[in-house]
């Protein structure tokens, strides 16, 4: 299970650096048929379709995304329902409330969701999953972790198997070359034709171990699917506010102490003041008003961090002129605000400044537009 888990931070580190690459958002960005992307291809918004050729890696997010043409490079992806039909000449990694990969898939896959099934011709490689419910029908080239409450295999597996879930099918058509070993409530159903030609080894797991499996396979997908709602929150506001995003970045940048001084202040004046109004009775509707602001800034808060924090970090190592906010930095942000967001105790108070930091800053950038609108 350690093995699944350190699988989900593998995710955040695929490569940053591209000499180029096409970046689309919008509410519905799309790569139509018969289109060829020479590199790698970036989408982030709210329907995701790609249909046309990619000839490197697509990344992509968004409410809902489907990938039905060929990918020559790695595949990530993140949204609400993700559906891949095109054939993925290399790895996958997906996450999502409902992941569906109905394409071939000549490398490794790590996918998380709530429901995952894995229902075309073959994944060439090993697999990593974890989710509520998890359904393999595709053959499987490599070894297969999976972590999960039910977990249905209807398929050939090459390599060996190990599995955490609460519910444990092979279907008539399992058939695994390797080692089977599995922990479960219960001991698992073998249907008619389903057959393990290595060892099969049970080990009932109850109470503490029990939660902490589901606790791990949780946790994998919360790493993934938090990694891919930071990317896509972050992007959509970095590019569609671009203007406005470097100017908050220089104004972080300048005073980082001030800022993060204002931020703080802030969270800690505004839920007072809210909940002082709100005992006044007549001032209810004010206080209530205060605290929704106040969320509503944090999560705001949370998708500037990031930008900020590859932004300066991008001017610190390549020196330009001034600070940018691309697609690429945004990028780097992200990948590094996320990676120390898992370090213990550490990782907390950094991302907790980062964020302070951005909220002063905005705070800051917001009153002198004020300002100057009167």
Same mark, same amino acid.
């Given at each position: 299970?350690?093995?699944?888990?350190?699988?989900g931070l593998i995710l955040l580190a695929f490569p940053l650096a591209s000499f180029a690459a096409e970046f689309r958002t919008g509410d519905q960005p799309s790569h139509p048929r018969?289109?060829?992307?020479?590199?790698?291809?970036?989408?982030?918004?709210?329907?995701?379709?790609?249909?046309g050729t990619v000839r490197g890696d697509l990344v992509a997010g968004g409410g809902s995304v489907l990938v039905s043409g060929p990918v020559t490079g790695d595949l990530m992806l993140g949204g609400g329902t993700v559906t891949v039909l095109g054939e993925i000449s290399d790895d996958i990694r997906v996450s999502g409330g409902t992941v569906t990969v109905q394409g071939i898939v000549r490398g490794d896959a790590l996918i998380g969701g709530g429901q995952v099934s894995l229902i075309?011709?073959?994944?060439?490689?090993?697999?990593?999953i974890a989710g509520g419910t998890v359904r393999i029908d595709a053959a499987i080239g490599g070894s297969a972790r999976i972590a999960g409450g039910d977990v249905y295999l209807n398929a050939p597996i090459t390599g060996d198997v190990r599995i955490e879930a609460e519910k444990l099918t092979l279907g008539p058509r399992a058939n695994i070359a390797g080692n089977l070993?599995?922990?479960?409530?219960?001991?698992? %159903?073998?249907? +008619?034709?389903? =057959?393990? !030609?290595? &060892? %099969?080894?049970? +080990?009932?797991? =109850?109470? !503490?171990? &029990?939660?902490?499996?589901?606790?791990?396979?949780?946790?994998t997908?919360?790493?993934?699917?938090?990694?891919?709602?930071?990317?896509?929150?972050?992007?959509?506001?970095?590019?569609?506010?671009?203007?406005?995003s470097r100017e908050l970045v220089a104004t972080a940048a300048a005073q980082p102490l001030m800022e993060f001084g204002r931020g703080l202040i802030t969270i800690i004046?505004?839920?007072?003041?809210?909940?002082i109004l709100i005992a006044t009775i007549i001032g209810i509707p004010l206080g209530i008003i205060g605290l929704l602001m106040l969320a509503i800034m944090l999560i705001f808060a949370s998708l500037i961090a990031p930008i900020i924090l590859g932004s300066v970090v991008h001017k610190l190592i390549w020196k330009p002129a001034r600070y940018e906010v691309t697609w690429r930095t945004i990028l780097l942000g992200v990948v590094l605000y996320s990676v120390i967001g898992v370090i213990p105790v550490i990782g907390?108070?950094?991302?907790?400044?980062?964020?302070?930091g951005a909220l002063g800053a905005t705070l800051k950038l917001k009153w002198s537009l004020a300002k100057e609108w009167r």
């Open positions: 299970m350690a093995r699944l888990l350190s699988a018969g289109e060829t992307i020479q590199d790698d291809l970036y989408m982030a918004g709210g329907s995701v379709t790609s249909a075309g011709e073959r994944i060439g490689g090993d697999i990593a070993t599995y922990r479960a409530a219960n001991q698992a %159903t073998f249907e +008619d034709g389903a =057959v393990v !030609r290595g &060892e %099969t080894e049970f +080990d009932e797991r =109850v109470g !503490r171990e &029990e939660a902490e499996a589901g606790l791990a396979a949780f946790l997908f919360w790493l993934v699917a938090k990694f891919f709602m930071l990317l896509v929150g972050s992007l959509l506001i970095g590019v569609a506010f671009n203007r406005y004046v505004v839920p007072i003041l809210s909940f907390f108070l950094a991302t907790t400044i980062l964020k302070m």
